[in-house]
Every structure is written in structure tokens, then in C-alpha cells.
């Protein structure tokens, strides 16, 4: 697959590009910023495949092959591998962003201006075995060892940061001896010819004690600024590690090299696999003791302040230049990912309570995007919200009025005991018209002075009304005899209806209808009815 052109501002997944650091003959280091949510950010180094370097499903095999062997690695000196990932053909890596420099730069900039000191040299080294152990102790989830070799171990795959930590990196011909591929690479040559081991060179296996002999390859260049091995051309150079001649001693070089060190430096360095350490822990060790004041407590800090020394400018300007990079891309316009969340007409996104009340006729009607500041604003504006709910009297006069106009058309009276005794009044009068007999008159109380006096008095039906037609019924009147206002319900049903503010005409004598037998039967005479409060004089 053909992988698309990068540049910064591209985005893979969830990372940025910012800027290029690095590029070899197979992959490219850049800067890159991760974007997590509410804000997160964090640098990253992404490195990604160099298209039309080498076959293209055998440069991914060794990439996955990378990824899958140090991401298992976890040690403050091994950089961590964090991610993988694929976008528009382009297969990334992501690993732990390293603020500092190759010690191959390292060396060039103290060889020009103020060379390395001994024990900064052996410190460095010492935690190059540390990381590299780390690694070659590796195991599978069974527990099984995995027999990682790096196979390229030079001062290029060797980053130190400012504050003197060492971070072995770029496992891409790393090999896990001990893992069954389907694939043989007998003969395959792989690492560069300055730092390789002799067994490596003939295309031998390889085993751990191989990064061995690159580890004292790295101590022999840092302690004495030479190179053992290294000639004018690769031939010569291959031609060297494969004699039979010793390495030449340090001190041939350096005069008043430690001897213990010196030592160190031989075994790492012999030819023969079998006599040199067995591990890099065992060469730390050793380092340890042929230097200890190179290990003592918070040398780390001594290490800073070299670096500072040396590369203090350059670190500014790589910082700064990182800054910048971010600040441009910061001030690029982004393309809207998601589109706004989008509200409805009249809807507010907040969870505080407010009262809707009815504009008046002449207020105009807010836009939709003024409702939220039109009601944050309300309580300014004497608008308050109403917390009583509605009145249960007034609840209980719409139940009224709308079982009067089912009785009025149903024109059934058997409702109207249940009205009156709904209402707390006297009970409804039934017309003439059903037979129903005509109340007498509430006898007057001694006392009437002191309580009020009810009377109910039947309004007749009125003239218009015809037989057979549908009767209309006309509420009681209720008189009271303190001064309290006279209070009337209006007729329901077809008929008309009397106006609500005059008072009703007493009716003509000659309209009540002819008294029957039953009638004039004597009747017991009825008790006087206690008068019963009205829950409406409150209110009304």
C-alpha cells in the first residue's frame, strides 16, 4: 500500500506531527502531540516506515516485529514504546518522547570542545547494561525467556537525556532467538559492521554475549575517544573483526588508564563468545567495582551539569524550536469535527427553575437565542418564579361548572343531591315541573341576631319554558342576612342566561303551580339546618 506524504499538521490517529528529528535509510523519527480529552497533551516521538527503502512486507514485518518486542520492556533505561497504529497507508510507531541526544553527538561535540570525563563515560556505559539486561531477561507470558537480542547496539540507538539518564532505543533488528518464525535468516547480516560482534559478521547465531561485544566496543570509543576495530573502509573494517589479533589495550592510548578498567574493557572485547561475560549485569558489576566513584549516589546530577556544559545551547534552541512548532499548529484554523450541538426553538440548557408566564398582546416574543438571557434576567425584572401550585378552590369551581353543564344536558336530578352536598350548601330546590315537593321555609332562630339567617327561596321556571321542551334549571339564591355581598350562580342549559351582576326578580305569585294533595298533607316540621361555613368566603 502506497503511504501518503507527511508533513506537519498531518494527523495519525490521535497524534500530531510537529516536526522531523531524525531519519535513517528505513524509518523517520518525528515529534508528535497527542491529544487526549478535556485538554490533554502530551509529546510523543512517532516513527514510521521510509517508503521504497526495502521490500514493503519485509520492512513491516520487522516494524511489527519492533513494536511487539519493546513494548514488553519496561526499565528507566530502555524508551518505552507506547503505540501502534496504521493511517492512509502509514504504519507508526509511537515511544516515549527522550528531551535529550544520541550519544554519538554527544561524543562529537566533547571530542571538539571539552572531552568526557572517565567516570561520566563508565556512568553511561553502566546504564547502557542495566537497560540492555532488562531486555535480554525478557519473557513470554508462560514465563518461557525469549532470548532478545538488540543487534545493534551503537551511539546512534543510545539517547541520554539532559538529566543524565540513558535510553537504549530502536529494537527494529532486535531478535528473539528463543521464538520460532516460519522463516530462516541463515547467513542474514543485519546491524553496522563497526559494532558487531565477529560471529555476527560470518552470519554465526547470535546470543546476548553478541550485544556484549558492542557494549565494550561503546566503553573502548567514550573512555579513550578511539574506535577499536573501525578502519578507513568497511572491508578493512570486517577484515579487523574477524582476525585473530587481540584488541589493543586502552592504556597504549590513554596514559594512567585504570588497570581495573582496562581489564573490563578486554573481556568485553574478546573474540572468542565463551570468555567474555555472561550477561550485561555481570559487566555492570564489574564496571561497579573497577570504578565505583562513578556509581556513588546522586552522580546523576554530575552528569546534568556536563551535558549542560556541552549542549546547553542546543538543547534551548530544540526546546524552543518544539514550542513554536506546537504554537503554529495551535494557531492554524481546525476543521469542525463535530458539528454544534444544536438546541430547539424556546429551549434553555440549564437545569434552573423558571416561570413561564404569557407575554402580554403588545410584548414582542424573544428569538430563540435570546430565550436563555431573556430568563436569566427575569429575577431583575420582578418576574418571579411561582412556587404555589394551583389553588384547590379553584380547581374546585372548574369541577363544578363543568358537572353543571353534564347535568344541564343530561337533565337528570338525581344528581343534584350529590352537587349540594359536593358544594357544602343548602340542598338544591328540584323544580314543579318533576313533582317534587316544595320545602318550607327555614323557621326563624331566636337567637337570628346573633347567627345570620338562611333563606332559600326557588326561583321558578320561566314563562318561555314549554311542556315537553327541556327544562332549564336556575340554581338557588342564596340570602344571607349579614351584609355580606349577595352572591348568584348563573342558569345552565339552552335557555338564556340572566346577567351575573343584577339580582335576579323575585317571582310573580301567580306563577307557583297549583298545590296537589300530596301536597297539602301535613308535614313533620323540619329541624333548622346548622349553617355550614363556606369555603369560598375566603377567597371570594
Known amino acids: 500500500m502506497k503511504s501518503a506524504a507527511l508533513a506537519p499538521g498531518r494527523v495519525l490517529g490521535r ?8 531519519r535513517g535509510g528505513m524509518a523517520e523519527v518525528w515529534a508528535a502531540r497527542l491529544h487526549g480529552s478535556r485538554g490533554f497533551q502530551r509529546v510523543v516521538a512517532l516513527k514510521t516506515i521510509v517508503s521504497g527503502t526495502m521490500d514493503d512486507v519485509q520492512m513491516e514485518q520487522m516494524f511489527l516485529q519492533e513494536a511487539s518486542l519493546a513494548s514488553r520492556i519496561q526499565h528507566p533505561n530502555v524508551a518505552a514504546t507506547l503505540d501502534l497504529g496504521e493511517e492512509d497507508g502509514n504504519l507508526y510507531m509511537v515511544m516515549e518522547w527522550v528531551d535529550g541526544e544520541p550519544l554519538s553527538l554527544i561524543l562529537q561535540q566533547g571530542f571538539q570542545r571539552k572531552p568526557m570525563p572517565l567516570e561520566i563515560a563508565v556512568n553511561l556505559i553502566g546504564q547502557a547494561c542495566l537497560g540492555l539486561h532488562a531486555a535480554h531477561e525478557l519473557r513470554d507470558e508462560h514465563g518461557v525467556p525469549l532470548g532478545i537480542v538488540h543487534r545493534d547496539i551503537s551511539p546512534q540507538n ?7 539518564t540513558v535510553k537504549l532505543v530502536d529494537f527494529g533488528i532486535a531478535k528473539a532467538t528463543n521464538v520460532v518464525t516460519g522463516r530462516t535468516s541463515t547467513g542474514e547480516v543485519k546491524g553496522k559492521f563497526a559494532y558487531m560482534a565477529p560471529e555476527q559478521v560470518r552470519g554465526e547465531p547470535v546470543d546476548r554475549r553478541t550485544d556484549i561485544f558492542a557494549i565494550g566496543i561503546l566503553l573502548y570509543v567514550v573512555s579513550t575517544g578511539r574506535h577499536p576495530y573501525k578502519k578507513g573502509t568497511t572491508a578493512h573494517t570486517i577484515n579487523q573483526l574477524c582476525s585473530k589479533d587481540p584488541v589493543i589495550p586502552p592504556s597504549a592510548f590513554i596514559a594512567n588508564y585504570p588497570r581495573a578498567l582496562e581489564e573490563v574493557v578486554i573481556r568485553a572485547l574478546n573474540k572468542d563468545k565463551s570468555r567474555r561475560f555472561v550477561d550485561a549485569r555481570e559487566l555492570f558489576e564489574e564496571l561497579a567495582r573497577a570504578l565505583p566513584e562513578a556509581f556513588r549516589a546522586g552522580f546523576e546530577a554530575g552528569v546534568a551539569q556536563y551535558l549542560e556544559e ?11 524550536r518544539l514550542r513554536l512548532a506546537q504554537q503554529a499548529l495551535d494557531a492554524m484554523p481546525k476543521e469542525s469535527g463535530t458539528p454544534a450541538t444544536k438546541q430547539e426553538p424556546g429551549s434553555v440548557g440549564s437545569i434552573r427553575a423558571v416561570s413561564i408566564n404569557a407575554p402580554a398582546p403588545s410584548a414582542p416574543v424573544a428569538a430563540p437565542s435570546e430565550t436563555h438571557a431573556t430568563l436569566a434576567s427575569a429575577p431583575n425584572r420582578g418576574v418571579r418564579p411561582s412556587s404555589r401550585p394551583p389553588s384547590r378552590t379553584r380547581l374546585k369551581l372548574l369541577l363544578s361548572a363543568a358537572a353543571l353543564a353534564t347535568l344541564a344536558t343530561l337533565g337528570a336530578p338525581r344528581f343534584l343531591p350529590w352537587l349540594s352536598s359536593h358544594l357544602n350548601e343548602p340542598r338544591l330546590q328540584q323544580p314543579a315541573s318533576f ?26 321556571p320561566e314563562p318561555a319554558a314549554a311542556a315537553g321542551a327541556d327544562t332549564v334549571f336556575a340554581p338557588e339564591r342564596i340570602a344571607v342576612g349579614s351584609p355580606r355581598t ?13 346577567n351575573k351582576t343584577a339580582p335576579a326578580a323575585p317571582p310573580p305569585a301567580d306563577t307557583a303551580p297549583p298545590p296537589r294533595a300530596a301536597d297539602t298533607a301535613a308535614a313533620p316540621p323540619r329541624a333548622p339546618e346548622p349553617i355550614k361555613h363556606d369555603p369560598l368566603e375566603k377567597r371570594y
Do not use: C, I, K
Open 15 to 22: 497524534y500530531e506531527l510537529l516536526l522531523p528529528v531524525a
Open 435 to 460: 313533582g317534587a315537593q316544595q320545602p318550607a321555609p327555614l323557621p326563624t332562630s331566636p337567637n337570628s341576631q346573633s347567627r345570620p339567617a338562611v333563606t332559600a327561596q326557588a326561583q321558578a
Open 310 to 320: 556541552l549542549l546547553g545551547e542546543r538543547a534551548s534552541e530544540s526546546r524552543t
Open 486 to 498: 349577595e352572591r348568584r350562580r348563573p342558569a345552565r342549559g339552552p335557555a338564556s342566561r340572566p
Open 158 to 164: 543510545v539517547l541520554v537525556t539532559h538529566s543524565g
